[in-house]
């Protein structure tokens, strides 16, 4: 089958990392990743554009595009040498219709994951997380990957707009179904005026860990991390980490369909999908919600470029720990040893 690339506009891969075909498993049997775009916005219930973002994500860089880059604190190169991945191109969408649209990422996500390989899904709105976990769910069994969710909004909606399916859905979906528990749902950074109080009470009765910006703020976002690792470990074989980038201020994201003033810095949330990739067996991830009509001087795109990088090299990192049977510390200094290929810690 031909592999059928980006559909808005030329095809060019992530930092130009080599390419594959999804349907064709022979094209990644050698790779760790396989990016896969989802130009979907559907499901968007304010401002479109977000069917641009994985083209943004994937071109937003000044550095060349060679496919190497190589990760200044944690000494890896996360997307050739200590981590092979590999970009599909686009999933084939169709925005006037949800479900023939989150059916086939679905099957895509399953058809990656059941070959071996972590699925990477660049948005597109948040509506593909749905589809995008359920498809690795497929693989690892329902209710065996938890989902660590930043997002400034719950997305644990019923009915919008007089539809069941949409960006403000997908949480709610996932959890009825069954794909995922949702005592084993974690969602941080969430603020603002929605939901109300009837869709925090079904979360409640689903005993969801929710983490608002304001006990972030209170208690420190990395004690936050650890009690979340905790409980996405317990009774699970692995993690989905689902990064919509209204999770950080306008400020650090203003290219973002729904803003929430308030939120994370993007270094934060970077040192956070940093930690979660190094620290846990990430399944499959998805960054959503980037919609570059909205962004200015490509701020939004270039935090989505880099909250990949940062996901990968954690991948890498750990891999890299494992083989060696070494433990990368995030807080040795980068120049204490001027010499040293990476600085490990061997206890």
Same mark, same amino acid.
């Given at each position: ?69 190589? @990760?200044? %604190? ?65 693989? @690892? ?6 989902? #660590? ?78 009690? %979340? ?48 990739? @190094? ?27 880099? #909250?990949?990088?940062? %996901? ?36």
């Amino acid at each position: 089958m031909t592999r059928y690339g980006q559909m808005y506009g030329p095809d060019f891969t992530f930092n130009g990392v080599a390419t594959c075909n999804w349907q064709e498993p022979d094209t990644y049997a050698d790779a760790d990743v396989v990016i896969l775009g989802a130009p979907f916005d559907g499901g968007t219930s304010h401002r479109p554009g977000t069917r641009f973002g994985p083209a943004a994500i994937r071109g937003c860089d000044y550095l060349p595009y060679d496919g190497i880059r190589p @990760h200044m %604190a944690m000494r890896v190169e996360p997307l050739v040498t200590d981590l092979i991945v590999k970009d599909a191109g686009d999933v084939e969408v169709y925005s006037g219709e949800v479900r023939r649209s989150c059916q086939t990422i679905e099957d895509a996500v399953a058809y990656v994951t059941k070959h071996g390989a972590i699925p990477l899904i660049l948005g597109g709105d948040h509506t593909i997380t749905w589809p995008d976990v359920t498809g690795v769910s497929r693989h @690892h069994g329902a209710g065996r990957v938890s989902v #660590i969710h930043f997002d400034a909004h719950a997305d644990t909606g019923d009915i919008t707009f007089g539809s069941l399916y949409g960006h403000g859905q997908p949480m709610r979906l996932l959890i009825e179904s069954g794909a995922v528990r949702g005592d084993r749902f974690l969602q941080l950074g969430l603020r603002g005026y929605w939901p109300g109080p009837d869709i925090l009470d079904w979360m409640a009765e689903r005993h969801m860990h929710s983490f608002h910006m304001s006990e972030i703020v209170e208690r420190g976002l990395d004690t936050v991390l650890d009690e %979340a690792f905790a409980i996405a470990l317990d009774d699970c074989d692995a993690v989905f980490l689902s990064v919509d980038v209204d999770v950080c201020d306008p400020g650090h994201a203003p290219g973002t369909g729904t803003p929430e003033p308030g939120g994370m810095s993007a270094r934060q949330l970077l040192d956070a999908v940093s930690r979660i990739c @190094h620290e846990l067996p990430v399944a499959g991830m998805d960054i959503v919600e980037v919609s570059p009509p909205y962004d200015h001087a490509e701020i939004t795109a270039l935090l989505g470029n880099r #909250i990949a990088l940062e %996901a990968l090299s954690g991948i890498a990192r750990r891999r890299k720990d494992e083989r060696e049977g070494a433990r990368w510390s995030r807080t040795t200094p980068l120049l204490k040893d001027r010499g040293a290929v990476g600085h490990t810690d061997p206890s």
